[in-house]
């Protein structure tokens, strides 16, 4: 090291450990008491003669470990490790529901085009089936890749699938056409719920699978919820198409049982799983309560949108229809007012216990 | 955290505390030789690898010292770290062995050995 006209003076050395305090505030205060003057001392280390301003990396640095910290790290506090789980499991259920409602637009659209039950449907070429099914692809490749431990690939195809529903959900609004005109403000909250469920996915997925953090749990269940709720929401649209276009009414049922499957069926299962788990109930409620949110948000204003268009709809669309997207939407609306309700239920009733230990260096050192 | 999946940062972590407990900025100083100065250690990548490696037993805080008035935190490798060390570095070594074998059938001549790398067809 330098030791002419760059020698550290004590007013720079006090200084310099005074804004390296101050940065390691950023730390949970349980690891801060454990960890900050260990830290500390190595900062102070590694800083170079006269340097009087912590560097951007080491910034940088201590502000993902303050975020991973968080987020579920192991050395976090037991409330951190919770709300990492809920992260996850948050990103894992919206990354399935994304899947979902894609998988039932693409067996939708296969079917239209096969079909032509929409004018201008049956004339589709084979660019809008491949968005719709790259847009069903990418977010069930996340979810494998996040529950198989390829966190980082996970994260990028989560953030990859958010942007190509934000493109998808555009580009359905502007080709609405007359609808658009006549029933702006459904358009708008239909398309508001993926959007927003893709955005908080991507977001959670971020959040919740950084490199710190543990593997997701129950892996294998996931993979088996995916393998069976795709082909099965495919196998009910596709019907739908098909039976409403031999002119029988009943196609609609079929397609709002579909779409029933599409948001709420999800968190309903995961609910049961978490209920059933008497040592993880908080987890699953907190997660649920959040994700219930943006489906409600939509569910419920879009049903009384429809009970107030009923008229008109029936006007414009036909009797099928109005039946199929009010029972669609009840359902919709029953089943998530009945997580909210067991969720709210199952956090009251049980202890907020945690579930992760995080074992620190508390008594080995 | 599996072997197969475990990071050349996890792995020279490791590595440095073979010889002998190290604090954490000796840590940094040792991976960046190791590495011959590729490596740079950030504090928040340090912390949080030798969180997960104290919590999977591969490494275990050893003791404490203070010098002038900086508290120095010693990390030695425990048993465990010891032997799921030399599990991936038997299993990077026969993965280098295979690449080596094959590359020189191939006729490429490797750096370290016969001269500089070259002769790729």
Known sequence: ?365 | MNSSSRTEQVFLILTALVDQPRHGYGIVQEVGRLSQGRMELKVGTLYGALDRLTSEGLVAPDRDEVESGRLRRYYRLTENGAEQLAADAQRLADNARIATERLRARGVALPGSTGIVGGLV
């Open chain 1, 1 to 365: 090291m330098n030791s002419s006209s760059t020698v550290n003076s004590p007013n720079t050395v006090d200084m310099l450990e005074s804004r390296y305090r101050r940065l390691l505030t950023l730390l949970p205060n349980s690891y801060r008491e454990r960890r900050a003057e260990e830290m500390l001392g190595m900062l102070l280390d590694g800083a170079a003669e006269g340097r009087r301003w912590p560097r951007a990396v080491e910034v940088a640095s201590l502000t993902g470990l303050a975020v991973r910290l968080r987020t579920g790290a192991v050395g976090g506090s037991l409330r951190a490790a919770a709300f990492g789980e809920v992260l996850q499991r948050f990103a894992l259920a919206g990354l399935m529901i994304q899947t979902l409602y894609f998988a039932s637009s693409l067996g939708e659209i296969v079917a239209a085009s096969q079909t032509g039950m929409f004018p201008g449907w049956s004339g589709l070429g084979l660019l809008p089936i491949l968005m719709v099914g790259c847009a069903t692809a990418l977010p069930a490749a996340a979810l494998v890749c996040l529950v198989r431990g390829r966190s980082r690939t996970g994260r990028v195809l989560a953030v990859l699938s958010a942007l190509l529903t934000c493109a998808e959900i555009g580009d359905s609004l502007a080709s609405a056409g007359p609808l658009a005109f006549i029933f702006p403000a459904q358009l708008v909250l239909s398309m508001l719920a993926p959007l927003a469920i893709s955005l908080v996915a991507a977001t959670a997925a971020l959040l919740g699978f950084h490199r710190d953090a543990p593997p997701a749990a129950a892996p294998g269940r996931w993979l088996r919820i995916l393998a069976v709720s795709v082909p099965f929401v495919l196998a009910c649209m596709t019907a739908a198409q098909f039976l409403d276009d031999h002119g029988r009414d009943s196609g609609m049922w079929v397609g709002a049982v579909a779409h029933v499957i599409v948001s709420p069926i999800v968190p309903a299962v995961a609910v049961m799983f978490g209920v059933s788990r008497v040592g993880r109930p908080v987890i699953w409620s907190t997660s649920l309560l959040l994700l219930s949110v943006p489906v409600m948000a939509v569910a419920i204003p879009l049903a009384s949108l429809l009970i107030d268009h009923m008229s008109l709809q029936n006007l414009v669309l036909g009797p099928g229809l109005l039946g199929g997207s009010l029972i669609e939407v009840a359902w919709e609306a029953i089943v998530t007012q009945l997580i909210l309700a067991i969720a709210c239920w199952s956090a009251i009733r049980h202890d907020p216990r945690p579930p992760l230990s995080t074992p620190g260096l508390a008594g080995s050192a």
